[in-house]
């Protein structure tokens, strides 16, 4: 069974349904939506076998698939997953499934509404996967152009302005990745993601590389300060593509930097780590302020969620603080698995919020704060949802959001305390961006007739936000799993950057 | 059942029963609601007894144990696990027997409200929560407890989402929190960081290594790593049990129905932060500076916060101030390293002041809902069993001789009298008057509630009866331990050794022993006796003393103190300024830098500036060099012409 090719079937059969779905939605639209939810269950069971056949006692790519691309440049297409890469995957056939339930009522279009959403995510799977850097590059700017579609077709009025931002501010990025990926190509003669991060070339040139890698993938994040497509983004975006945004497509900046800058140049990243840590504080604590002053909500949560992502950085690039300041690495694989449990995590809470919001938009169509009030008055078990979720976002200990949170701001200890001073802001500026929305949309009295007339979920919200809540408070109460999964690449990674590359 | 069982139980029954209250509300319906949770409330009270029994008679020896493992990860283990000693039992007795009276009481006090089962559920859950704090044996779980009552407290504040005083409440009882956890988590961070582990025992073993180490914060001014640690983790306490300046939150909390005021608010979640030092003694034992500290914080809430109660007209927040000003002496306990007669004080106190709030409650639920002591005033012949145990609760608060107030109060006092640390003296002075101050209060409620003339309306006055029994069966037994239990276990708890597995006390400090002890050579009885005699005991008498004169026999004096000490009057009324400084300058500069970052920073710099301006800039110069492709031939020859000439022309001047 595990024989297999089980990361091209997670990567191609989502987009071999695309196609179908496409050809079907001409004929009979009735079948469009059973026969997406069809391919993605099969993608997201083919994906549990995926985590049933990991060995996570080895820090080896596993499930590999090698074959020749495009010789003349030495380019293969490779696949192969480690434990970074796995729990992305499995983060993202969940919520290809929850998307495509979410987008059930889409009425405008569904067959290509579900098309993009199964391509969207056969490429970010594909791309978790690679091993090649082209085909990894070739994955990154693929997946644009469906996202760019789901927000410039489905969004709100102002789609445009979201979209070309969206398109150009990664477009941007992604241009320094290339040129870097060719230069390196260029100084090594290999594409192969294993051969660059074993490939030694001098700090100056590494300096450029780790730059431009960082540029890419601080936009996806997305950092301070070029955060501010994020928030245009998701109010333009629908339901499913703010889901998508912010659990699985934010992530792909975190696991760049892990693939690329970290591995491929890190005596560079051991110079510049100040840079990250940095700017990642400003993201957690300037940005939690920002959030405060939001009065639409999914901007609201947008800015949370770049707060949040301040962790991911933050935790990723302590291992040199920490090194550098007692001589020792103890808490760098703490701060590094942090940072992944935080994305995991982030994954589930951010999509809940959205998806809440969404529930609130589709019966009121407003996403102002202010348009709200009382909403746990008539639906008071989607009340008691939204509590959780923000709860959690808020770091509550026994969810999900607290478990990165306290292992980044442990490791950041490690390194200074005043990064933990910075980074335990968050405590008091989550909670109060958090459940000031909570307070302002869901207490109080009924504030109107549209909440007056509310009616309280329906069986399919329930399903989603049920099985956001599971692995909300699943992962809470009970990380080990994820954290033992990822443990063997997270030390190797650890080790790893700790070895001068510049020969 | 194994004792593993038996302990696993205990949190787990109210967890189902919440679980199964909460979620299944319409299936169980209102009184399986009650049934339910109050089987699984009764259940871990009953094993909580045994366990107690256990460990204080049958001499069951600490167990220290992981149920499960939470994560592993760079070398450390998280776990989750019990500590079941003797402070531990002592603690989930009186968290389950408090718990179980106001399930109990709820009964009557929520009868009519549409949100009955959601209340159950939450009371099951803070149990859970309670309990998993109590039973902790590393930090981690103590710090999932710790926000997980905060998470209850804020529902249970907010149970009446409608009000919006409730849900104001509610959000700063959770912010205020988090200012307190946000040095309590640093002091978790420093933990593990220098001593390598966040288990209980590895810790304090760890302790004597790291004892002299320093850190520089600010520059290179050495901070002494226990001190900095241990005040860390003392703000967390100051959040949770309320010292000032974090007390804000607990005078509102009274929006929240009476029975979670008399759980959570007096009871057992507030004194999370007594516990959790008293817990961690052999690391506050290290700091003398932290320890002074303490001390005084402990002084000042003591002493201020009594007096704001001496002008509060709702009955609820009498009680609220009274329990701050309570906190108050524990903290000046454990700043005197007193910790066993904080924990003693802690237990009397959860039921002389659960006592009275239900008291409050019953009297509330007598008048329709009203709490104004101003339009009350005779109330003990209608409601004889509430104003009995009123005045039950009332004496043990005072500290009146044999009631279980007085050993724990007394004895606070003695201790910070023989404490010999900076700060010692002003914390004597301020228990000693808070003594008066106390007293003074205490009587005005009771007389203006339930003697003196009635000054409700007539309707509230026909209606006005004895509350039924299922709110007057958890009064009389909560008078029970309120009278007694001081007397019955003041000698064993401080002086008989039966906290001394889980309490450390360096011989320096150890003021119980080496002074306290001393007056119990001839027993309870005679130390009670005694303290008729003491000062403390006539600035008591002083306090009733005025209280009497005041309001039963001069009821026009009050207002006249009133006029002539307007200024101190008006002071205290507005709290000292503090729900002002909290709200109108933290508060409102936090949301002012939102603003300004959010217009400033994200709107006009980064959007405004950088990114649209760049886009304005590209689209600038393409306006420019479109210019350039006007489409023109003889535009093109033009520029081919003076290119050429120039390029031939730097040829020749260059060379």
Redesign the interface.
Known sequence: MLDWPLLSLLTWIPIAGAVAVIALGQRSPDLVRPLSLIVALVTFGLSLLLYAGFDATSAQMQFVEKAVWIEAFNIHYHLGIDGLSLPLILLNTLICVLVVVGGWRITDRPHQYMAAFLTLHALMTGMFAALDALLFYVFFEAMLVPMFLIIGIWGGPNRIYATVKFFLFTFFGSVFMLIALLWLYLDSGSFAIADLHRHEFGLVPQIWVFLAFLIAFAVKVPMWPVHTWLPDAHVEAPTGGSVVLAAVMLKIGGYGLLRFALPISPDAAAHLDWLVIGLSLIAIVYIGFVALAQSDMKKLIAYSSISHMGFVTLGMFLAFAIARNTGELTGAGLGMSGAMVQMISHGFISGAMFLAVGVLYDRVHSREISAYGGVANTMPWFAMFAVLFFMANSGLPGTSGFVGEFMVILAAFHASFWFAFAAAATLILGAAYSLWLVKRVFYGEVANDNVASLKDLDGREWLMLTVLAVFTLGLGVWPYPLIDLMEPSVQNLVGHIMQSKTG | MSIETVLLLIPLLPLVGSAVAGLLRHQVGRAGAHWITILAVAGSAALSAWVAWQVFFNGLPTLDYSV?????????TFEVGFLVDSLTALMMTVVTFVSLMVHIYTIGYMHDDPGYQRFFAYINLFTFAMLMLVMANNF?QL??G???VG?VS??LI?FW??K?TA??A??KA??VN??G??GF??G???I??YM?SLNYAEVFAAVPAVEGTT?A?FGDTQWSLMTVICICLFIGAMGKSAQVPLHVWLPDSMEGPTPISALIHAATMVTAGIFMVARLSPIFETSDVALSFILVIGAVTALFMGLIGIVQNDIKRVVAYSTLSQLGYMTVALGASAYSVAIFHLMTHAFFKALLFLGAGSVIIALHHKQDMREMGGLAKYMPITAATAWIGSLALIGFPFFSGFFSKDLIIEAVHYAERPGAGFAYFAVMAGVVITALYTFRMLYLTFHGPTRMDEETRSHAHETPAVVTVPLILLAIPSLAIGYFTVEPLLFGGALSDSIVVREVNDVVSNKLAAKFDHGAFAFALHGFMTPVFWLAMLGVGISTYIYLFNPGLADTIKRRLYLAWTILDRKYGFDELWQKVLAGA??G???G???G??RTV??GW??NGSARLVGRVSGAMRQLQSGFLFHYAFVMVVALVALVASFVLLR
């Open positions: 499960y493992t939470w994560a592993v990860t760079d070398g450390i981690m710090f999932f710790w926000e997980a998470l804020y529902l907010g989402f409608k919006d849900v104001r509610n959000l959770f912010l988090r200012v956890d946000f988590l640093l978790i961070a420093a593990l960081v390598g850190i914060l936090g949301l830098i939102a603003s970052l959010s217009k920073g994200d980064i959007d950088l990114v």
